[in-house]
């Protein structure tokens, strides 16, 4: 399945139903009402747009309609950041990663399980 091209404003709708689903148009506007800063319209066609893409199901309940995801917020978020790589760094992707060290963006933490990260994926490469 083809990952759907997601806005900025269209990912603050995908976030909310992935954590949530099903929720109606309503629960969608008023809880994202206030936080985007836009009118229930204006949401309402982000959910519309949403659906033409094929990011967002629907099922009609009465009068209503409940809506849910139909692509995983995993595989959307991996193609946005391949597309990011793609676009800033020209996939150039350890020069993403030398920019958040040298600029201190990763904590102590971070900067561990990255470690962890290359580490398994080097034994698993013998393998």
Not at 38 to 52: E, H
Not at 87 to 104: H, P, Q, S, T
Request: overall charge neutral; charged content about 30%; proline content about 3%.
């Amino acid at each position: 399945m083809t990952i759907p091209k997601i806005s900025d404003s269209e990912w603050e709708v995908m976030k909310l139903v992935w954590k949530n689903h099903p929720l109606s148009s309503d629960d969608i506007v008023s809880s994202l009402v206030h936080r985007m800063n836009c009118s229930p319209q204006t949401i309402k066609t982000f959910i519309n747009r949403l659906v033409k893409k094929g990011a967002l199901g629907y099922e009609k309940n009465g009068r209503s309609y409940s809506y849910f995801p139909l692509v995983s917020e995993k595989k959307c978020v991996l193609a946005e950041s391949k597309n990011f790589i793609e676009r800033v760094y020209d996939g150039a992707a350890a020069m993403l990663l030398a920019n958040f060290i040298e600029e201190k963006v990763l904590s102590d933490e971070d900067l561990v399980k990255l470690q962890e990260l290359l580490e398994s994926k080097n034994d698993n490469k013998g393998k």
